[in-house]
């Protein structure tokens, strides 16, 4: 069983932390995603940084420009993330923008992932259809996992669709929006995590934009398995000195307030 | 007889052969299926048309004439004709598919229109389209533009548009499309996005150029009336590629007709980051949404860009001209910085027309073209007026003598 469904299996209330691949600093990475799990977060999704990212708000966006100045890249990022299962062994997941993924060769991507120990990928603008249609089996020969997004818009029919072609969990965005950590859950977002709890997916879901601090995320691990937070995450390591002690007390407010 | 061109491309995905397509997050993909969906049953219908006609007849002054330029073709032999888009309601192309795309937000109920600019045209186009219909406006356009087309900036707010300046990277055209979708991901459902140039995901590359082939439709028919047959050259800038595909629109299926897309050169064709010339030395890549020729370094990110004319500094071109390139029915060339601006002085001199730096592009090329073949007719998209440029010009390049 690979280290996802594993964790879904045995854990709830799963706090998964999103960060920018190169952010702030080139060689960051390593020492965030150690610290991260030392601290008690479940699932880690590395951001591979794209100069025009759709699907992400200001936070996001500013963090990806820096790490390409500081010299970021999906080749660069694999190279770090070589010896990671030596010391790491919480899942990793690799967000990022199919246009880099292309340049870099999809097929190669895929066995690089593998390769390292990255049990999954988002990449958000990927066509499902695509997907389906190209890649799946690659993807699936290679044991990577697939993670796709859902919105309140996306309709029952699609949702059930995407649930029979992933297999690890769906990634509910909490609203119609871009990334960005905002205050608390509004009334139409919970009836939308209750619409889609009713259909009995065989994936369990994480929520996802929107979550930033011990009260949004004890709210979301209500309706679901737990909850990504990636936009408060960022701006506190961009305001950190010290990145051992700050992410500790990042994640002990998340987990205890 | 096999299926027109039009009924071919795009496909029912969004295709123009391999470009086009939408990638995008999934927050938007419920949406540009139910723009597709009003857009096939709500523009195609008779109702709509005849509003859309309406429109274009009494308010934006349609049709624009076809101009033979006298003294122009005199000194450079050949004969040149411009479509006069630039006496279009408010000085451009924009506005032909700016009021389609606020008439079909109108019928969906949309409260808000947002958008990018580069040169400020396609922002007073869609400004003008809200003001007309009762929505609200707003535009996101890089500080470095605000700057270069200041007359543009203000004729926005005045129509009561809000300008969003865009701050980050080289503060320009790509720049102004990242923060007006992100913005529009914040409210997909009040808010539509009516991009300026036929890029984008499906079905704004198609949507986009349907609105333009009047442009197209209009000159084939006026060239004919003035001189008994079909042009032997028609000639357009491309940034994004939406006055190009207006006027190629009507001719692609005339295999006797050249076509030529005229692409910033920039000060330099030979270095990256100091011109925009896509089709000319990108290379197959997906930016905003859609699969086309892409300015890129080997990573996959967009490679900066430079044009004189803040119109054309793209890195993306639509879809439907990476196919028209890989087809080889149309040719794509370009004219740097200097020959846009010989042109400009040389139209506005010898014809008391001053084009925008974009259209200038395009008779640059114009100019060759005739010198090159002194016998043949030659058709310029002029795609607008050059008043919002003229400050910027004389300031950086002078008065000739
Ligand atoms: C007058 C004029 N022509 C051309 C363009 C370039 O756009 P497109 O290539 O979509 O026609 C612009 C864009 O701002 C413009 O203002």
Redesign the interface.
Known sequence: MNRINQLFKNKKDILSVYFTAGYPNLNDTNTIIQSLEKNGTDLVEIGMP???P??D??TI??SS?TA?KNGM??SKLFEQLKEVRKTVSIPIILMGY???????GIEKFINKCAEVGVDGVII????F??YYEEHQQLFENAGVTNI????P???DARIKLIDDNTKGFIYM?SS???TGAKKGLSEAQLAYFTRVNNLNLKNPTLIGFGIGDHESFTEACKYSKGAIIGSAFIKMLSKSSNFENDIKKFISSIRNN | MSKSYFKTYPNE?GYFGEYG???????L???MRKITEAYFKISKSHEFISQLRSIRKHYQGRPTPVYYCNRLSEKYSGRIYLKREDLNHTGAHKLNHCMGEALLAKYLGKKRLIAETGAGQHGVALATAAAYFGLECEIHMGEVDIKKEHPNVVRMKILGAEVVPVT??LKTL?EA??SA??AY?????NTIYCIGSVVGPHPFPMMVRDFQRVVGIEAKEQFFDMTGELPDNVVACVGGGSNAMGIFSAFIEDEEVTLYGVEPAGRDLSVIGEHAATITHGSP?????FKCY?L?D?????APVYSVASGLDYPGVGPEHSMLHDLKRVKYSSATDKDAIDAFYELSRLEGIIPALESAHAVAHALKIAKEHPRQSILVNLSGRGDKDIDFIVDNYGLPK
């Open positions: 794209f100069s025009d759709l699907a708000g200001p966006q500013a420009l390409l890249s999906i199919i246009n880099p993924v292309h340049k870099f958000p603008d990927l066509p259809n695509e796709f997004l859902i919105t818009q996306t309709p965005v119609a929006a871009v | 995905k397509g939408a990638y995008i997050p999934p927050v993909e419920e949406e980050h990277g790509k499309v990242d979708f992100e991901l914040k409210d997909p459902i890549g997906i930016l905003h949404g892409t890129q080997e990573k996959g990110e967009p």
